[in-house]
């Protein structure tokens, strides 16, 4: 499995990540900050042993004229694959979550 160079998760459910371990060996498994931030609580959506062994990465959107959420990642910095912040749905989830069981502000990003 050693020929996969990338593969972007759009997020982390249990019911779509336990294969993971199948692609151990990718180069480059990359998630979105947010995503990868409630990924790391405890959660029925998100099991750890869902990402055993599985070197997952975070990476930023940034604001951009692209997309509906002017948001988007260029993966290779040079525009030839553009991830594209479609829906925010998950990050105003998210922000319920932090006001109801994070101690600290600075968990999530604003």
């Not at 029925?44 to 002017?70: A, L, S, W």
């Not at 988007?72 to 479609?86: A, I, R, T, Y």
């Amino acid at each position: 499995m050693g020929y996969i160079d990338y593969v972007i998760l759009t997020h982390r459910d249990t019911d779509h990540v336990s294969g993971l371990y199948l692609i151990k060996a990718a180069k480059n498994v990359l998630v979105s900050e947010p995503e990868w931030i409630a990924a790391n609580k405890p959660s029925v959506r998100y099991k750890p042993k869902m990402r055993k062994e599985v070197n997952v990465k975070p990476f930023k959107f940034k604001p951009t004229d692209i997309g509906p959420q002017r948001s988007s990642f260029d993966l290779f910095e040079n525009g030839s694959v553009v991830l594209v912040l479609l829906l925010r749905v998950y990050m105003l989830i998210l922000e319920r979550y932090r006001r109801h069981t994070c101690t600290s502000p600075k968990v999530l990003p604003k």
